[in-house]
DNA sequence: TTGAAAGCGATACCAC
DNA sequence: GTGGTATCGCTTTCAA
């Protein structure tokens, strides 16, 4: 059933008023009769210089008047510098816990009186990207996920970034770092599953792009987990589409696994419906375990044993951020975060 | 069970290099025994101006040396102009369709050779907000959802701004606009519910923040859709929360419905699970729907019912800033967009 | 082919 | 109290 889409081309031009050139302070201070100096003071409320409260109402009413705002670039090419903390858009598509991470971070900064920006440098390589950021002169600059070499973090310092500050799977050289063990998520699910009895354990990695730096560690966690046990570990590769899980579900009976890790609670949710669909019970001959902890996961039939993940909480790692820009000589240090808790529910 | 958080306080200190300050053109050009000029020539590609070889090759080598990346600020300051298009991070929580489609949209955008920067202006209010985004002197600005006013408008155009784009379910003066007519998806919804024999329509209104700019005009639409005839609507305040579903659920015989509209898959599925458990029969004694088409509704059983939504293509939508861009003059238009279709599953 | 210098917008020091 | 003015880093016109 086809509803709607239309296009309207235009609508009548009421004719702009002349495109006036953008105000700047020179024209306030005209427009009040004063030096720029003198309006530069009463904007900034300067308090080294007292100013007269008429002279500062007539520059104050000047600037209304022309709708003058700063100019962020000049102010801070005079300034020597900014406080833009650059946050590179990650490479890979954030699931709902990630982004909601990101939202409270960029809040949490914001109190932290930082202008928070994230840059959209999809498509660039590696150091070109790094590049491309420190062309920004942002006091700091905080990576999600892979993709900082040693390389860009020189190249970030280098160019004025006082802190350089990575979060993700990887420790970078030369950087803060927030690690995000993702070995330990696996590590929970393996020892779960092994304890819950399942010996014949399968591993979901997900075909999806720039996923590897996640799905790697969570699937060395669970080989850590059960090294040295009878236990043994299949990788599954998988896309997330119907198709590659009904493909993968197909053969399931052939595969003989007795359980499945399944990267996240959407991987774990999609090839869950597959078994299912094939006759493969769960969790009696099968047992499914996700990740993330997402609300899916409890509305699910049987509800999803999943691995709870605690981000770092966004207060602490703006404040974090803060401290390494204030003392920037101080060491980079790495910081493991993340809790990983197991979620028991039915399907395991 | 819980598994591994571990704080490791820091790593010894690498003795640092000393901090050099960030190298400039001009130290490019003293090194390279040049003048500034040469450099900027050099750099660029100057065509119009022949530079030998052999200082092409000194200059490159000397700005490699010092690791010299230009300032984007001092440069666009000079300019008069830059090439940065600015969007804010909305103030919604962005589902997993609109995420995407904001990624695309800056990969389009980065492929015109824009520079896409989203900004974290949470917490500030309407025109405050605007000033803030001003102050980049962002060549377009492009806002999802409300929160833009004309008087925001004027703010941008004022401060140089050749394009301001809105996108959303309301049209702003001034800026061009993507209306994203989300009554249209409701209007969808309705008439199916209809068409299928529904008479007692439940709407479900999300109780979560800044989502009313799109819960209003589904509703609205669904009461355009059943107008004149003998349905009746209902609102459903529904909180993202299995007990907040539960509540709903428990009262659902006394509510007497026999459909329900849950504003989009997510809660359609939060409220589909808390109707099964309460014995309510899904199709039979109610129908639900949802909107966006997720993958997770083709998971549920039964099968979700939903609202298909085609977001305006992002390479369409690049170049119309692109063109906005161009040709500044240019009436702010309304384009009309977004595909509404129904996917009729199981259970409707 | 290269260099000197003006100037983009805002700020802060130093005179008046 | 207020006004000149040098300065931040870069581009570009004009001269040499």
Redesign the interface.
């Known amino acids: 059933?086809?509803?709607?889409?239309?296009?309207?081309?235009?609508?009548?031009?009421?004719a702009?008023p002349a495109?006036?050139s953008?105000?700047t302070s020179a024209d306030v201070a005209r427009l009040a009769g004063v030096s720029r100096a003198t309006v530069s003071y009463v904007l900034n409320n300067t308090s080294a210089v007292r100013i007269s409260e008429p002279t500062r109402r007539r520059v104050h009413e000047a600037a209304k008047e022309l709708?003058y705002?700063?100019?962020?670039?000049?102010r801070?090419?005079r300034a020597g510098h900014?406080r833009m903390v650059l946050m590179p858009?990650p490479s890979f598509?954030?699931g709902?816990l990630y982004?909601?991470f990101l939202?409270d971070l960029?809040?949490a900064?914001?109190?932290l009186d930082y202008?928070?920006?994230?840059?959209?440098g999809?498509?660039l390589h590696g150091d070109e990207a790094a590049?491309?950021w420190?062309?920004?002169?942002p006091v700091a600059v905080l990576v999600s996920g892979s993709g900082l070499g040693p390389k860009g973090v020189?190249?970030l310092k280098?160019?004025?970034a006082r802190a350089v500050v990575t979060l993700g799977p990887d420790s970078v050289e030369g950087a803060h770092t927030l690690l995000m063990?993702f070995e330990?998520v696996g590590?929970?699910a393996g020892?779960?599953l092994y304890q819950r009895g399942r010996r014949r354990i399968g591993v979901v990695l997900p075909e999806e792009d720039n996923l590897e730096a996640f799905s790697t560690p969570r699937l060395e966690g669970v080989r850590r987990a059960l090294h040295g046990t009878d236990a043994t570990v299949t990788t599954l590769p998988l896309a997330?589409t119907?198709e590659s899980a009904a493909r993968l579900a197909a053969r399931w009976r052939d595969l003989g696994l007795d359980a499945v890790f399944a990267y996240n609670d959407?991987y774990a949710?999609?090839l869950m419906?597959a078994l299912q669909d094939e006759g493969v019970d769960v969790p009696a001959e099968t047992a499914v375990m996700g990740a993330d902890d997402l609300?899916?996961g409890?509305?699910l039939r049987p509800r999803l044993s999943t691995v709870h993940i605690?981000l770092p909480s966004s207060r602490d790692l703006a404040e974090l951020v803060d401290r390494a820009v204030r003392d920037?000589?101080?060491?980079?240090?790495?910081?493991?975060?993340?809790?990983?808790?197991?979620v028991?529910r039915e399907s395991s």
């Open positions: 059933m086809r509803c709607v889409m239309v296009q309207i081309p235009k609508t009548p031009a009421p702009l495109p006036r953008v105000p709708g705002v700063p100019h962020a670039a000049a801070s090419l900014s858009t598509a954030a709902p982004s909601r939202r960029q809040l900064l914001g109190r202008t928070v920006v994230q840059h959209g999809v498509g590049r491309a420190a062309e920004l002169r020189t190249v280098r160019s004025g063990d330990a590590h929970c020892s779960h997330y119907e959407e949710m999609l419906r609300m899916l409890r509305l605690e920037p000589g101080a060491a980079p240090a790495t910081h493991r975060v993340l809790g990983a808790t197991v028991h």
